[in-house]
């Protein structure tokens, strides 16, 4: 079956313009995490969806930064005003929803390297 | 807040030869989930391996296998047999809740024929 996809594959844009960066989960997934993979760091956690529920947001670097989630599937990462410092690979991932302290494992995307000039 | 350290920015192993990646982390949660991550050049980020906090027992998977030492709160990464598929990023990563990976910055792991 199809993994989690994720584009563009790459994005270069020019500071101060705005991106957005596309996530499809796979198919019946209904938790979806954004990561930010800075050059030669670990990933970082930026935000969080399960089901109808409120997002956690809390690993959200700044306000210029917001995802949405339309339909319980696709998601959207949009960087406003991009600054060089957020030059980074950004990685969704998906898994069944999780209960208590289980744990579904989650699959991650292919990520896409974000350039600004 | 959980952390996780991972003090090795680069290992090598010639072929064949075993080696063992460190990873030590920090947790206020008795109940957690440990994993090791591969990453290729490719980005592709692969799950190599989970422990249970709860299980005592150390998780193996084919050539990898893990050290988990719960009160030193460190959690190491043997491969055996390295192949030169194995050359790779590898992460460190933690879950308190089942929710949102922690990881670490990660060892650059080069297999020498």
């Known amino acids: 079956g199809a993994g989690v996809s994720q584009s563009p594959s790459n994005k270069v844009t020019e500071k101060g313009k705005d991106v957005e960066l596309r996530c499809d989960p796979i198919?019946?997934?209904?938790?979806l995490y954004w990561y930010r993979q800075s050059l030669g760091q670990g990933l970082e956690f930026l935000i969080y969806?399960?089901?109808?529920?409120?997002?956690?947001k809390s690993g959200l670097p700044s306000d210029r930064f917001s995802a949405e989630r339309t339909g319980g599937s696709v998601s959207t990462l949009t960087i406003q005003r991009t600054q060089q410092e957020d030059s980074a690979v950004y990685l969704c991932a998906s898994s069944f929803p999780h209960g208590g302290s289980s744990y579904n494992e989650q699959f991650f995307g292919p990520g896409t390297r974000l350039t600004v000039l | 807040a959980q952390t996780v350290t991972q003090s090795q920015p680069e290992m090598s192993v010639q072929e064949a030869e075993t080696v063992t990646l460190s990873c030590t982390y920090d947790?206020?949660?008795?109940?957690?989930?440990l994993f090791w991550y591969k990453q290729p050049p490719s980005r592709q980020m692969i799950l190599v391996i989970r422990?249970?906090?709860?299980?005592?027992q150390n998780a193996t998977e084919n050539r990898f296998s893990v050290n988990f030492q719960k009160a030193a709160k460190s959690f190491s990464l043997k491969i055996s047999d390295s192949q030169l598929g194995d050359t790779a990023m590898y992460f460190c990563?933690?879950?308190?809740?089942?929710?949102?990976?922690?990881f670490g910055a990660g060892t650059i792991l080069r297999v020498k024929s």
């Open positions: 947790t206020s949660e008795n109940n957690y989930y």
């Open positions: 990563a933690a879950t308190e809740y089942g929710n949102k990976l922690v």
């Open positions: 198919s019946g997934h209904t938790a």
């Open positions: 422990q249970e906090a709860y299980k005592q």
């Open positions: 969806f399960q089901g109808n529920s409120a997002p956690d």
